[in-house]
């Protein structure tokens, strides 16, 4: 509900991309994606995907079903919730439309004072930190933090 306050003016924009099944210069290993039942072991992935994505060939975002802990997902829900035709609860097409809420961008490179991070350059929370308090913010609950690494 703050984030729809904060409009005043503006357009939907999708951070998404196709899922690139295509071996190519810039994608070296191609999005593949296999679904398997879920096992009650703490951390266990209710899926299996070949897919690089941190690269600059694909996107992603994580469904709720996507970790275990105790054998129990996201609000609770039972590992029993997914089979091999998919996530009952938490599954990812529940995002399929969008998600609405307020982003907040952290620019690194402009931080560092670079165009953009060497491949080894890691993140601290003490960047992220210090990105707020440039930026006079604060991350709230219920927030999207996209971090800009320049590539």
């Given amino acids: 509900m703050k984030?729809?306050?904060?409009?005043?003016?503006?357009?939907?924009?999708?951070l998404s991309r196709n899922a690139d099944k295509e071996k190519s210069a810039d994608n070296g290993r191609p999005y593949t994606h296999t679904i398997r039942a879920a096992k009650?072991?703490?951390?266990?992935?209710?899926?299996?995907?070949?897919?690089?994505?941190?690269?600059?060939?694909?996107t992603h975002i994580d469904a709720l079903?996507?970790?275990l802990h105790q054998g129990k997902m996201y609000n609770g829900f039972s590992y029993k919730e997914i089979t091999e035709k998919g996530a009952h609860k938490n599954s990812i097409?529940?995002?399929?439309e969008g998600i609405f809420t307020r982003a907040v961008l952290f620019d690194i490179p402009t931080l560092k004072?670079?165009?953009?991070?060497?491949?080894?350059?890691?993140i601290?929370?003490?960047d992220l930190e210090e990105w707020e308090r440039r930026m006079g913010l604060r991350v709230q609950k219920g927030d999207i933090v996209l971090i800009r690494t320049g590539h």
């Fill in 113 to 122: 004072g670079v165009r953009y991070l060497k491949g080894d350059t890691a």
């Fill in 40 to 58: 009650a072991t703490d951390g266990g992935s209710s899926d299996s995907i070949s897919i690089s994505p941190h690269g600059m060939a694909h």
């Fill in 124 to 126: 601290y929370p003490d």
């Fill in 93 to 96: 097409l529940n995002q399929k």
């Fill in 65 to 67: 079903c996507h970790q």
């Fill in 3 to 14: 984030a729809a306050q904060l409009v005043t003016d503006g357009v939907a924009i999708s």
